[in-house]
């Protein structure tokens, strides 16, 4: 039996039944938080997986049409602890969306949860700083922006060294005026931007930060785009590195597609010889609307390797599929090689084994699925290999992935609310963030 088909061997697993050890458990749902109930305070205490969120409120119209508005920005924390998972819901009535929550350990500044939003204009975007308080959490707002357009949103965040002074820097995408910009650290919750980028009707997904080059100094990497539309079209795309001179960043195209875009982008070593590659996520155009001499459907996984200056491009895998949103790299099925998770929407999850020069892909589950299917992988349980974390919106729940002798198994860890819609999935490991 292939690894994909023993994927969805043994599902239904109840509170009860433990994986190989009692750190992860697939947790009762009845301590889930659906709507706005709220459980008691939690005790900051054990690893937890941050879900950021947008929740929408669904009201009668006098013309008898249901209307769909966003709510308050949402961030779920779920966190294992005594036994079990449960969850805990912050609320930013500021943003009508999170796009991203991370943990935040920066010297000089106070540990806790990192979030960047959006709203409909004229109310800005915000990032912010969260902490927890004796009243609850607390939001302070380290940056704010309106640009313009219909909406202001921040869309990407990264936090690292871009300068090469030692202290960290933050990184901001945005949408609609393809904006990247940085911020670097004054005073306490004093952060100085500077724009390195900006092109109007332009959107900007996914920001990473990696030492590519080998130069000692890490570079960052954008994806902006033609602006994302209900209907699907071409939509044309660039990858772009930014590189530090010492007096601001010098841009410099990676790759550029004239039918086609990369949504998603990871910096990783897979080999563990040193050498970061970039790896981008090819999402195709509509059948039939591709540029002459360009390849047809399917995502295209491509790797991108500096090398005495130039660009080396491979093609390594094809995925049938429309969209992917998450690519994740770890050691997930105990053989002590790092492979390639491929989170991609509406046709499930994907794994990726590097080889020399097409890699084989599995389909690890085609039934967790979700518009973004956000993903995350995280060694929690301690055996040296890694978990896949999953939020399946179309399925309402929160899964992990684990593998055993026989291979994959899902764990159903806590129920998503039908009307959540999950844009990012990280996770917290030093407690300190959360308490």
Known sequence: MSPSSRATTRVRRTAGQLLRCALIVAAATSQAVCGRDRPAQLPPQGPALLLAQAQFEQTPAATGKVETTPGAARLTI???????????????????VFH?????????EPPGILTIGANFAPIPARMKLWRRMPNGWQGTTIASADFGSRFNRFRDIEVGDVTGDGEPEIVVATHDQGVVSVFRKGHVHQWTATTIDHAANTFVHEIEIADVTGDGVAEIFATPTAPNRVERRVQPGRIMMYTFDGAGWVPSPVAEFADRHAKEILAADLEGAGQVDLFAAIEPPPPGAEAPGQRGPGVTINRYRWDRGTWLTAEVATIAAESCRFLRAGDVDGDHRRELVASCGRTGLWLLRPGAERWPTERIDHASTAVELATALADLDRDGVAEIYVAAEDQGQLRAYVWEADGFHRYELMEIPRDVMTFGLEVVVDPECLR
């Open 78 to 96: 779920a966190r294992f602890g005594a036994g079990r998972w449960t969850a805990e819901v912050l609320e930013d009535p500021e943003s009508n």
């Open 100 to 108: 991203k929550a991370m943990p935040f350990l920066v010297p000089g």
